[in-house]
Each structure stands twice: as structure tokens, then as C-alpha cells.
């Protein structure tokens, strides 16, 4: 498929390019942006007036729960989520069923996703075998399989030294090491943020504290060894600071928030609501605000959904018996788009943290509309209104503490490789 896109504002930060022109695609490939280009014979027009036309977003931190757990997504469904919310690429964490951690669920991964799939999907390998937190995994492998990264997401690596001895390793063969910052010991039986709300609930509190010692020492290490390191899901202000501070310091830490952590507080979990339990959990007024200082400043590089989908079965239950998590590929964009409106950044900065930061902290080559790069693009509507409702949603799992609301924003249209794989 040839494209033409005219009449956009096309907004490239790679090339701090912000204007109105056209840009046409040929062989799957960004062949020429300009103004007034004119279409080749055979080439389908899409007229983007009135919209931003972008390099492809990128989800760098995704549960596609593909293979073991497909009743609550799985590669189809969750790249069709993916595409209907502006997403190109998304990188999918390594705790399914088997884990991520060899050669064999890598390749499955990438071959499904390649088949059958409608976005790119670069898989993220475990840091330890079966997430065990006792034995690091061959990253070698994982790395030559197409893993773009390792982690041990929805569980932290306790062992002090064998994190340390997994950054050495991942960084001799230039792979980034994504760090879900938790001390297990103080989250204990914990549901949700310790505080006023948890207290007035009657739930079991998870103190701040857990986060930010966890966040501490993974720039410690980080400093220490000299090598990157990438901190998943910041949600409090200490965190923020910590990061921020470790940066001044010149340590190679980068770091990633979710929308949910710099819109919702933890009044959303009143009512017992099973959709606003996460891990990190929602926090207070105080941590949001200083979600948002972070991502203006630019001490948090990336934004990212950290979708999670589970069963309805899985969340129709107690609060303390339902399973941490919510998707948001498909609620992320217009969320997002909320910090441009309110002011925390400019739509180039907007940009940058949900495309070209994630490509450059895993080395992924996109995020660019340069002539002769892959056409990944993201057309954005910045004006529709659209109501998050169940029926709609392309993700098989509903767990959205959204349903029912209008949001304001979104995909208008998602080119991967050069071929439309969503129009609204």
C-alpha cells in the first residue's frame, strides 16, 4: 500500500519539524514530506487536515499475556488495542505463561505477532529465570532471540547483588535492564496507597516508602556500576525526586510514568472499585502533582500504559482478592493529550515521551518520519470526544476505571510498515 497523507500538522521531533505539509508513503517507507506533493498513480489519500500527523507512538511497557493467559488477551487482540489507540509498537513484558526467559517463547512471540498481529511487537525478556528472582536468565540469547530489553516486571529483583550483576551483564552486551522498583517486605498484604483513603476504607495500606527505597537502590546500583538502568511505572514524589536528583549526578537512569498515575488519585478506589487497583498503586493529590513537575521538567522520560488486562471473573471480586491492573492502550493517547490542554507540556514534548524516548531508550529505530525510515505513523484527532464503553474496545479484557466516561482526543488513523492498520 502507497500512501499519500496531506494537509497535517506534522509534528517530528527527531527533525523539529512542526508544520502543515504532506507526507507521502511508497514500498512501506517514508519517501518525502513537503507541501503540495502530488499523488503518485495507485496511491490512497488520506486527508489529515485539521490533525497532528506523528511518528508512530510507542508503548514501551505492555501485558499481552500471550502465551498462557489468552482468555485476558492475547497477540491479536492486544496489537488491535494497540493500533485503535495510536500505537505502532508496543513492548510486551516477560510474565506470561511460560515466562519470557529463553530463546523459544521469544521467537513465538515475534512470529505471532508477525502473522497475525497489526503493530510491531518487541518483546521484553525476563532478568531471572521464571521470575524467580534467584538465577539470572541468558540475556545473550534473549537478546539474539529479538528481546529488546529484560525486566522481571510485577516482581521486583530483591537480591541486591544479583541486580547488580545483571546491569554489568545486560550493559557488556548492550541490553537495557527495566526495573519494577518495589520493597516486597513493606508492601506486605498491602491493596492500595497507604493514607487517609485506605484508612477511612478499612483496607490494608502500601506505604510510599516501598517504592522509593526500591527506586533508591536501583540508582545506587545503577551509579555504583556505571551501567543504565530503566525505572518502571514511577508513581510517588519521592521517587521523582530521587530519579531526579540521580540524573544531576549524571547516573544513566531513565524512567517511565502511566496516565493513571497523573490523573486519578486514590479516591478512585471509593466504592471498592476493582478497576482502580494497580500496582504501583494510585496514589495522592501531592504524588500527581509531582508526577507532572517530573514529566514537565523531563526527569520522567517516557509514557507508557503498563496495559494489564484481566477477566471480568478476575476483578467482579473482594477488593483484597482482585488482581492488581487496567488496560490503557486505547485510553492512554487522549489522557495524555489532558497534559498538553492543562499546560505540563508542549505537543512536541507530548511526542517525545510517548515515541522518540521510547525508541531511543531501547534502541528500537523508529520513531521518525526522515525520508527512507519505516512508516510507522500516528494520526492524531485532537478534537473528537468518544465514550470509553465495553462493547467498543478492542482489548479483550474491560478493566478500565474510564467505562462510562467521555474522553476528549485520539487515534484517527494508524499506519505500520506503510499499511492503514486503523482507521476510526
Avoid at 26 to 52: F, M
Wanted: hydrophobic share 40%; with cysteine.
Amino acid at each position: 500500500m502507497n500512501l499519500l497523507i496531506k494537509n497535517g500538522r506534522v509534528i517530528d521531533p527527531s527533525q523539529k519539524i512542526d508544520g502543515v505539509m504532506d507526507v507521502l508513503v511508497e514500498d512501506g517507507l517514508i519517501k518525502e514530506l513537503g507541501a503540495g506533493l502530488a499523488a503518485p498513480t495507485g496511491v490512497e489519500t488520506i486527508d489529515a487536515a485539521g490533525k497532528y500527523v506523528v511518528p508512530g507512538l510507542i508503548d514501551m511497557h505492555v501485558h499481552l499475556r500471550d502465551p498462557g493467559l489468552e482468555y485476558k488477551e492475547d497477540i491479536i487482540s492486544g496489537t488491535k488495542a494497540a493500533v485503535a489507540g495510536g500505537f505502532t509498537s508496543i513492548c510486551c513484558m516477560p510474565n506470561t505463561k511460560p515466562v519470557i526467559d529463553n530463546k523459544t517463547v521469544a521467537s513465538y512471540i515475534i512470529n505471532k505477532a508477525k502473522a497475525e498481529g497489526f503493530c510491531n511487537v518487541f518483546p521484553v525478556g525476563s532478568i531471572t529465570y521464571g521470575l524467580s528472582g534467584d538465577r539470572m536468565s541468558e540475556m545473550g540469547e534473549l537478546k539474539e532471540s529479538g528481546c529488546v530489553a529484560v525486566s522481571d516486571d510485577g516482581k521486583p529483583v530483591g537480591n541486591s547483588e544479583l541486580m547488580m550483576r545483571s546491569l554489568q551483564y545486560a550493559a557488556g552486551i548492550g541490553i537495557m535492564v527495566i526495573s519494577h522498583a518495589e520493597e516486597l517486605e513493606l508492601v506486605g498484604e498491602g491493596v492500595m496507597n497507604e493514607g487517609f483513603t485506605s484508612t477511612e476504607l478499612g483496607l490494608k495500606g502500601i506505604p510510599r516508602v516501598a517504592e522509593d527505597i526500591a527506586t533508591a537502590r536501583e540508582t545506587l546500583l545503577a551509579e555504583y556500576t556505571g551501567t543504565p538502568i530503566h525505572i518502571a511505572h514511577v508513581s510517588t514524589q519521592a521517587s521523582v525526586r530521587i530519579i531526579r536528583e540521580a540524573k544531576a549526578r549524571g547516573v544513566k537512569v531513565t524512567c517511565e510514568t502511566a496516565p493513571h498515575y497523573f490523573t486519578l488519585t486514590d479516591d478512585a478506589v471509593r466504592g471498592y472499585n476493582t478497576n482502580a487497583k494497580m500496582n504501583p498503586p494510585l496514589r495522592e493529590s501531592a504524588d500527581v502533582a509531582a508526577i507532572k513537575e517530573g514529566l514537565k521538567d523531563g526527569t520522567i522520560d517516557a509514557i507508557a500504559t503498563d496495559h494489564a488486562p484481566h477477566h471480568s471473573d478476575e476483578k467482579d471480586v473482594e477488593f483484597n482478592l482482585a488482581m492488581n491492573g487496567i488496560i490503557g492502550l486505547e485510553t492512554s493517547l487522549p489522557l495524555s493529550l489532558g497534559l498538553v490542554d492543562e499546560g505540563v507540556l508542549t505537543l512536541n514534548e507530548l511526542i517525545e515521551k510517548m515515541s522518540c524516548n521510547p525508541s531511543k531508550i531501547l534502541n528500537l529505530k523508529r520513531a521518525t518520519l526522515k525520508a527512507g525510515s519505516v512508516a510507522d505513523i500516528t494520526l492524531i484527532d485532537p478534537t473528537i470526544e468518544w465514550v470509553v464503553e465495553t462493547d467498543k474496545l478492542a482489548s479483550k479484557s474491560k478493566n478500565s476505571p474510564w467505562l462510562g466516561q467521555k474522553l476528549k482526543g485520539g487515534a484517527a488513523a494508524t499506519v505500520v510498515g506503510g499499511k492503514l492498520a486503523y482507521k476510526r
